[in-house]
């Protein structure tokens, strides 16, 4: 009695498919850009462990606005889905009450009842993929930062003849490899902030 029918079918269908998804991902990223990751910060610290203690020194920065994100994705993630069970609610007492609400001429009205709880449902989607979207865009600033950084120290240290520019290139190279599997990885940690909802 406490609980509208949509509710509990979104409980039962909906969150259960989210977790799903999320565990085939995870598995998948994880195997796959985990692997990839830590072989590719190996070999970035073997060309040279100081340029890639320049490059990661603003790591430490990703981790207050990554947390505070992962809060605002998942209280997001956590209204989305109750819209969502609002929508199976609304599209069940329509259906079976399709026949009271052709006799009472009612079309219109539960038409534009319908319609107010998707608009609804559609701009919170939009606010949790602009989250989700923000993370990859977080490490992209810092890294960029972190490149800028060791173009101009490996830069000194290549015109004073310390180290070679093969050395520089192969740095650079593996460096860019990095943070693809590193933007997979946090795409990752923003669905499972959804798949956290899911699960409460």
Do not use: Y
Not at 8 to 30: A, F, H, N, P, Y
Not at 142 to 153: E, K, L, P, S, T
Request: hydrophobic share 55%; proline share 2%.
């Amino acid at each position: 009695h406490r609980n509208a029918p949509g509710l509990l079918i979104e409980r039962v269908r909906g969150d259960s498919q989210k977790i799903v998804e999320m565990l085939s991902l995870v598995l998948m990223t994880i195997g796959r850009d985990g692997v990839a990751l830590v072989s590719l910060v190996l070999v970035a610290v073997l060309i040279d462990w100081a340029w890639a203690l320049i490059a990661f020194i603003g790591a430490p920065l990703l981790i207050i606005p990554i947390l505070i994100l992962q809060k605002w994705i998942r209280r997001t993630a956590t209204k989305s889905r109750n819209a969502d069970a609002e929508n199976t609610t609304r599209l069940d007492e329509i259906f079976h009450g399709i026949n009271a609400i052709k006799l009472n001429n009612a079309e219109e009205f539960e038409s534009a009842r319908l319609v107010k709880v998707l608009e609804f449902t559609r701009k919170l989607k939009f606010r949790m993929e602009m989250g989700m979207a923000g993370m990859p865009a977080i490490i992209d600033l810092v890294a960029a930062f972190g490149f800028f950084a060791v173009m101009i120290f490996g830069g000194g240290e290549i015109i004073s003849g310390k180290k070679s520019v093969g050395e520089f290139m192969s740095f650079f190279t593996a460096m860019a490899l990095i943070f693809e599997p590193l933007r997979r990885l946090s795409n990752v940690a923003g669905c499972s902030q959804v798949a956290l909802a899911s699960m409460e």
